[in-house]
């Protein structure tokens, strides 16, 4: 298995206003992304991959000089890997609202000067779709071969499917959902009172104060943390495990394995990432509900999508369960578009469409093979 | 449904041009045959990882489910057929699917062994299960949870209001119409809700 080796990340400035769902303009906005694989002649091999809540453009290989830099999806992302970039042009784009070199709230708000902080207008999902669309325009990429995403990823594939039916032919939805459930909504809130109500907040104007508001954003990804991962999975891992030898019989101390692991990803998020962004990507999960246009029926919503589509699930995920998928797949099936689903028995819960499974990269393998023999993406 | 001549007499039965839905599919075999010769689209169904792949694979668009589940994903009469090929015999609820199969397509067509084929009648006068091609299971590892007949499917859809188009035997790769009962190792039947 090789990587794609070193990387060094693009970035194209958009001075043409973004309008967004809300209402609200971006008015001018960069995108930061990274590009693998060779474009062929037809410029019909591009595969974009979306990212989720906390990963970014950086899908594969390494940055120079970084230890442990490797992409978010290194293990799917390569030559010769399942999504093999000796055939396909794969790009990984870091969405508006983002705090890994896209436009954000962390940056300056040309209409004060200031970061934008809590200022920064809500995106959403679709928003996100359109702004990827504009960079493809950039790239003179008219159609992609296919959009690949899991989990809020796969809420843009989705996405694409309906906002630029004809600009992609293979729609690869892993681990996601038509929309989130009032306990993903809960989810959420939690996480981002954990945030808000810290002192160092500062309303989202933290920027100013020099500060950053670490304890709401460690609580907010222990929370999401444990909703990453399946009961089983969790007990398999840490199981009771005590930290010490003996009880402490401490109400404030880590006691177990399983606090001192979440204290751990706690801090270590709360190092490199942005509160406002936590709460602008929360927010895009929840709003994201393509059927709300058509009074709750996907079926309605999805009567427009012409590409094919491959719909995966994990048996332990009960962040975005296999049922969610499943709603998905009727949806199309009752549109009598093209569509396949597999449900991958899987014990690490919504977490598993990051790793390395066999049976899962097997079939994505399987899934791009195909779409390599349609669209005459061999190497290049 | 490995063998390819009971593959193409199944394959007969279906009309140029149909929407398919194919009920444990298997590795999706019969249905890259549809469409290759006879225009026909749809989807494969599968529980097992193995043939969901191989039918990946293959470009057969294939769903994941366990059919003991129901058929709640499929609107009625959806299908233009509803293939249950050598499949109904692993379900627990037999009867329910085959009402399903009959609602959710406008033929059925299923195919499965035929207990009361003479090899088997003979092996059971001997005091002893059939082991067979159709059967090839001793009684204690057997996936196949319901046993019938061919005589015995013709009750059940006069039961559940079936109407029979067409119903044959298969014996070696060859439709057997005389006495399909006693002659053959596999029943066939095409029907739809009467």
């Known amino acids: 298995m090789n990587s794609v080796g070193t990387v060094t990340p693009q970035s194209h400035h958009f001075a043409e206003p973004l309008a967004l769902q809300s209402g609200a303009t971006l008015r001018d906005y960069t995108l930061v992304y990274e590009t693998y694989g060779t474009l062929n002649a037809a410029r019909d091999n591009a595969v974009l991959v979306c990212h989720a809540l906390n990963a970014s453009h950086h899908v594969a290989g390494v940055h120079a000089g970084q230890d442990k830099s490797e992409g978010w999806w290194d293990n799917l992302v390569g030559p010769g890997k399942p999504l093999d970039t000796s055939r396909f042009f794969v790009i990984g784009v870091n969405n508006p609202g983002s705090c890994f070199g896209s436009t954000?709230?962390?940056?300056?708000?040309?209409?004060?000067?200031?970061?934008?902080?809590?200022?920064?207008?809500?995106?959403?999902?679709?928003?996100?779709v359109d702004a990827q669309a504009r960079l493809l325009d950039a790239l003179g990429i008219t159609q992609l071969a296919a959009v690949l995403g899991g989990s809020l990823g796969g809420m843009q594939a989705l996405s694409w499917s309906l906002r630029y039916p004809t600009r992609l032919r293979h729609c690869i939805a892993v681990a996601t959902a038509p929309n989130l459930s009032a306990q993903n909504i809960a989810f959420n809130e939690v996480a981002r009172r954990a945030i808000i109500t810290d002192p160092d907040f500062h309303g989202g104007h933290f920027y100013a104060?020099?500060?950053?508001?670490?304890?709401?954003?460690?609580?907010?990804?222990?929370?999401?943390?444990i909703t990453y991962l399946s009961d089983d999975a969790m007990e398999a891992k840490f199981g009771r495990e005590l930290k010490g030898e003996q009880p402490g019989y401490s109400t404030q101390d880590i006691e177990f394995e399983i606090e001192s692991y979440l204290r751990y990803q706690g801090d270590k998020f709360s190092e490199y990432f942005d509160a406002n962004t936590y709460l602008l990507i929360t927010r895009a999960l929840d709003y994201f509900d393509p059927a709300h246009a058509f009074g709750g029926d996907l079926t309605a919503a999805f009567a427009d999508a012409v590409c094919k589509f491959q719909l995966i699930s994990f048996t332990t995920d009960w962040r975005f369960s296999p049922a969610r998928s499943r709603e998905i797949v009727k949806a199309l099936v009752d549109n009598q578009r093209e569509v396949s689903y597999a449900e991958i028995e899987a014990p690490h819960g919504h977490d598993a469409f990051l790793l390395d499974d066999a049976r899962y990269h097997k079939l994505l393998r399987a899934c791009f093979d195909n779409i390599a023999r349609e669209s005459g993406a061999q190497h290049v | 449904?490995?063998?390819?001549k009971d593959m193409e007499l199944i394959a007969e039965l279906v009309p140029a041009g149909s929407r398919v839905l194919d009920l444990g599919c298997g590795s999706g075999e019969l249905?890259?045959?549809?469409?290759?010769?006879?225009?026909?689209?749809?989807?494969?169904?599968?529980?097992?990882?193995?043939?969901?792949?191989?039918?990946?694979?293959?470009?057969?668009?294939?769903?994941?489910?366990?059919?003991?589940?129901?058929?709640?994903?499929?609107?009625?009469?959806?299908?233009?057929v509803v293939?249950?090929?050598?499949?109904?015999?692993?379900?627990?609820?037999?009867?329910?699917?085959?009402?399903?199969?009959?609602?959710?397509?406008?033929?059925?067509?299923v195919s499965f062994p035929n207990f009361a084929h003479w090899a088997n009648r003979l092996r059971v006068a001997s005091g002893r299960m059939p082991v067979t091609k159709a059967m090839p299971y001793e009684w204690y590892n057997t996936p196949n949870l319901r046993v019938g007949t061919y005589a015995d499917f013709e009750?059940?859809?006069?039961?559940?209001?079936?109407?029979?188009?067409?119903?044959?035997?298969?014996?070696?790769?060859r439709a057997v119409r005389g006495w399909p009962n006693l002659m053959a190792s596999v029943a066939v039947f095409k029907f739809q809700r009467g």
């Open chain 2, 31 to 80: 249905l890259a045959h549809l469409r290759d010769t006879r225009q026909c689209s749809g989807y494969g169904v599968e529980i097992a990882d193995a043939n969901v792949l191989a039918c990946t694979q293959r470009g057969v668009n294939v769903i994941q489910l366990n059919l003991e589940d129901g058929l709640s994903m499929f609107e009625d009469q959806s299908f233009d």
């Open chain 2, 83 to 109: 293939l249950q090929l050598d499949t109904m015999q692993h379900l627990r609820n037999t009867e329910r699917m085959l009402r399903e199969t009959a609602r959710v397509g406008r033929i059925g067509i």
């Open chain 2, 155 to 173: 009750v059940l859809a006069r039961k559940d209001g079936l109407q029979v188009l067409d119903a044959f035997g298969i014996q070696n790769g």
């Open chain 1, 209 to 225: 104060h020099g500060v950053v508001p670490k304890r709401g954003l460690r609580v907010a990804r222990m929370i999401g943390h």
């Open chain 1, 104 to 128: 954000g709230p962390m940056h300056t708000n040309p209409a004060t000067g200031r970061p934008y902080g809590a200022d920064f207008p809500v995106v959403t999902v679709e928003d996100w």
């Open chain 2, 1 to 4: 449904m490995s063998d390819r």
